[in-house]
């Protein structure tokens, strides 16, 4: 991989290579856009099968950031932070605190919370070496976000329900959920509040026990998931499920989840929009646990976070209005939306010394 070829291409700011010996840390923290402010976005731990690829996920990941932040009304840029480790087994308070460290030498150019592979109990360890942490238990924070990700994902669900259906409301509709985690689990609770059936898979067969017996969910295994009969696709675990092989399964008329980057390419997404599935672009419709940590830097009022992410709503049906009046793919809708913000607030700020 040609690394500032990547970088320059898609305008990126920073590339930090994070190694501890002492706790077998091995970070890589990425600064895509600082236009619209400091860099938010959260640590992931996985277990990468190269450093090219942990390279990769960290540049996208951190990219879709500065798109989420923007199309979501954030004062905020756009960052990641992926550490190579498996997180059952390589995790402990000094390799948090070391990345904690790497952290506060940025000087605020970064702020960091919690993602897949890492918990409140790390950004805990983070925090004793950096206040540019979000998502940490202390009085006066908001803790874990994934319970507002899953709220904003569901209130963008229905938006784009009344797209597709002509009604917001989602009850009596299928959904199948691929993935269980705190996000997943959590949006499956406000489906079958709402009356929703459920159609769930995830390779933690525990969790999957337990939304069939509390949920009444119907069980199907993995790779079954693409080619059920629901009316909407939730993808909440990992990227690039909407590729060549899936497509030709879909029976959904919405797709609408809470996983990062789940067009393979770009070119999926044109072909989801042909054939008339409504898409609820990724970073838009998962925005919630990010503006609900960004709340936290205004001094956290649980109140206004709430509000603020219930305008997923908003943001999906103005992303969709966008496509159906420009007769463009929803993707392309919403990038529209966030860069047309970054070039408007980017002139504003550069009549100004800061």
């Known amino acids: 991989m040609k690394i500032f ?17 002492t706790s077998g840390l091995k970070a890589i923290i990425c600064i895509h856009d600082t236009t619209l402010g400091p860099a938010l976005g959260g640590t992931r731990m996985w277990t990468y099968a190269s450093e090219e690829e942990a390279v990769v996920d960290a540049l996208r990941l951190a990219r879709g950031m500065t798109y989420k932040a923007a199309a979501a009304g954030l004062n905020l840029g756009g960052g990641k932070t992926v550490i190579m480790g498996d997180p059952a087994l390589d995790k402990s308070e000094e390799l948090f605190r070391a990345f904690g460290r790497y952290v506060e030498s940025l000087s605020g150019r970064y702020i960091t919370a919690e993602d897949v592979g890492t918990s409140v109990q790390d950004m805990d ?19 874990d976000p994934s319970p507002m990700t899953a709220r904003g994902v569901w209130r963008g669900m229905q938006a784009a329900a009344k797209a597709a259906f002509g009604s917001a409301s989602l009850a009596g509709r299928t959904v199948a959920v691929q993935g269980l985690g705190h996000v997943g689990y959590r949006l499956c609770q406000y489906l079958h509040e709402e009356g929703a059936k459920l159609i769930v898979t995830d390779i933690n067969t525990a969790a999957v026990r337990a939304a069939v017996a509390e ?25 690039a499920v909407i590729n060549d092989t899936t497509i030709p399964q ?23 929009h042909a054939r008339g599935i409504i898409y609820a672009p990724d970073y838009v419709v998962n925005a ?38 420009d007769n463009i793919p929803t993707y392309q809708a919403a990038d529209r939306m966030a860069e047309e913000r970054i070039a408007r607030l980017g002139k504003i700020r550069s009549n100004f010394l800061r």
């Open 215 to 239: 949920f009444d969910a119907e069980a199907v295994d993995a790779a079954a998931i693409f080619a059920v009969d629901a009316d909407i696709y939730a993808p909440c675990a990992l990227g």
């Open 125 to 143: 360890w983070v925090h004793m070496e950096t206040d540019y942490v979000t998502g940490v238990s202390d009085y006066g924070c908001s803790g």
């Open 288 to 325: 919630g646990g990010l503006m609900n940590v960004a709340d936290e830097l205004a001094g956290y009022n649980a109140e206004r976070a709430l509000k603020k992410v219930e305008t997923v709503y908003d943001n999906i049906a103005k992303v969709i209005a966008i496509a159906q009046r």
């Open 5 to 21: 070829e990547y970088m320059g291409k898609y305008d990126y700011e920073q590339l930090v290579l994070c190694h501890d010996a």
């Open 250 to 272: 879909f029976k959904f008329k919405v797709i609408a989840g809470a996983a990062n980057n789940v067009l393979k390419e770009e070119r999926h997404g044109d072909a989801i």
